[in-house]
């Protein structure tokens, strides 16, 4: 299928793949491939690889570039478009990494800027130009400064979206309303999405933000909230949301906190065959019957 997305395509449901782990610690190809598969049937409009919850950081340059083949042919013929985070530091290998995604297929990419010894803003805005000047496909431009406590202006942004239309952006600071807000009265034409688990997702639509960029565990749910506002229902898309901001709040107070509940979610489910994370990990006990308390409550979602 000759695909081929605008940055306005990109609006929508985009979860982030988790990476499933067998118990020794390996990647678990069989799960990953039957997790993309199964997020294609959920309604959503992307997909992405190599986010924070993909864990990145603990996987091997032969690993990524193995998944990123895998996910890639898996989505090659499917209309929910594949998106694939460029999360090197080093400006010249992001660039290339980025060329070697878009040759490989992906229809987007995601770009995580340097952070590591705290690079200048300059500096970070020219790893970004560059970037966005090696390929044609959307860019959608991480800024997670609670993350990587690196700072860019919204003006910034602003003057790169100019520059290189093809940027997105994906807002997770927190919160995100005001950083969103000023972007678009520099550029109104910017597509914002929002990271965060969806924490500030009614909130973000309602300022003009595209959609949303959650984990992947329950993206059914996402997937009813985004749909019922886009029909208008927004008393029942903000009472949807509000039930599961009950539960994502908490597991949202540390990353790797629902990186484990979001994997504990997809093994009860089925979908992976093991809740497994690298270590070093966030231990958050055995907090199955919450869980169950969740999955019984979405039901009806979530079948």
Known sequence: MNKTYKPADLAGVNPIVAMPFATD????????????????????????????????????????QQLATLFVQALSTSD???????????????????K??????SDSLMLLP???LKPSTEQIVHHICS?????????LVQYAPGETGLDIPPKAMAEISQCYPHAVFKIECNPPVEYSRELLEYRPEAVILNGYAGLYMMDMLNVGGKGVMPGCSFTEIYVSIYGL?????LEKAAKLHAELLAYIQRWMSHCEYIIKVE??????????????CR????????????IEEFLDLFADYLR
Do not use: W
């Not at 929910?80 to 980025?98: G, L, N, P, Q, W």
């Not at 506002?229 to 229902?233: F, H, N, S």
């Not at 270590?279 to 919450?290: C, I, K, T």
């Open 100 to 105: 070697f995604y878009q040759e490989l297929g």
């Open 263 to 276: 994997k504990q979610i997809l093994a009860l489910r089925g979908i992976i065959s093991s809740d497994y």
């Open 25 to 64: 610690g390996k990647v678990d190809m069989v799960s990953f491939v039957n997790l993309v598969e199964h997020l294609k049937t959920t309604g959503c409009n992307g997909i992405t690889l190599f986010g924070i919850a993909s864990e990145f950081y603990k996987l091997t340059d032969l690993e990524k």
């Open 279 to 290: 270590l070093p990990s966030y231990d958050v006990g055995e907090n199955y019957a919450e």
């Open 80 to 98: 929910v478009y594949s998106c694939i985070s460029v999360t090197d530091h080093a400006t010249e290998v992001a660039v290339e990494r980025a």
């Open 131 to 139: 970037v966005l000047a090696a390929v044609t496909i959307p860019v």
């Open 114 to 116: 340097p952070f590591f």
């Open 229 to 233: 506002y886009q029909q208008g229902e």
